[in-house]
């Protein structure tokens, strides 16, 4: 059932919200960030298989824990974002927003009227009823977060344009794409990666719209919060559970190394 944006209430307080990309389609994972103490996942449909059942489950993990659950949507698939929303999710990440129409595009398949015109629909958003219908039109479209995802050059370029117009609750750059659109895939320290993503922050500052910074390190995230900056994705948790089991085995097999001098030592 639809409940408060915990995420949209810190950040219009000024408050910080740290949330990580979630890509594996395992509630048990959802429930382990959320036990975990972040504040929201995006949960990845865009690249992943992800069946309606499982998106549901996913989103009940979340609510179970407290964690405010976003959905990535693929591109240019309304249907999507009306699904996900149906499911439970509290916000939308749209991809590869590369221009105003983008936007409108969104807004128009996630919010009700007069905002947009998202179908209507009954089942788990509204309680099974519990909520009166033209209660939970309203209630939805004051509490579901429209995220436009930047990851395009042209993107960067139509930043102002794409704030200008409104109905956006937050931005969240893609630095990977970014780096292939600037024709310097992966470098993502690269000097034009660096510049577009600080153009996007200073457009949001502009224009009053929160700006969520991709930080994986300590430092990264203290050099966005120096700048204002309040919302931060830390990483993603494939890249996390990866590095945690390298760094276990390597863990063991660097104690368990014979001592060559013999059992003795010297």
């Not at 999710?89 to 221009?99: F, K, L, Q, T």
């Amino acid at each position: 059932m639809l409940r408060p944006n915990a995420v949209k209430a810190k950040l219009a307080a000024g408050e910080e919200a740290d949330g990580l990309f979630c890509s594996i389609p395992e509630p048990a994972l959802v429930e382990m960030i959320g036990c975990a103490g972040y504040d929201f996942a995006v949960l990845d449909t865009e690249h992943l298989l992800v069946d309606p059942q499982q998106l549901e489950n996913l989103i009940r993990a979340a609510e179970a824990t407290g964690l405010t659950p976003f959905v990535r949507v693929p591109e240019g698939d309304p249907g999507a974002v009306l699904r996900a929303l149906d499911a439970g999710a509290m916000g939308i990440v749209v991809p590869h927003v590369r221009g105003r129409a983008d936007v409108d595009t969104a807004i128009r398949a996630a919010r009700y009227a007069p905002e947009g015109m998202r179908s209507l629909n009954g089942g788990r958003g509204p309680g099974f009823g519990r909520i009166d219908p033209v209660a939970y039109m309203k209630q939805a479209n004051a509490e579901v977060m429209v995220v436009a995802l930047i990851e395009d050059a042209e993107g960067v370029a139509a930043i102002d344009s794409i704030l200008a117009g409104g109905g956006i609750d937050m931005v969240l750059p893609g630095p990977a794409d970014l780096s292939q659109s600037y024709g310097v895939p992966w470098q993502l320290r690269h000097p034009l990666v660096r510049d577009a993503v600080h153009a996007v922050q200073a457009a949001c500052a502009r224009h009053g719209v929160p700006f969520c910074a991709m930080a994986t390190t300590p430092e990264r995230r203290a050099h966005w919060r120096a700048l204002g900056v309040t919302a931060f994705v830390l990483g993603e948790e494939r890249d996390l559970a990866a590095r945690a089991l390298r760094g276990h085995l390597e863990g063991h097999r660097r104690v368990c190394v014979p001592d060559a001098a013999g059992p003795g030592g010297v």
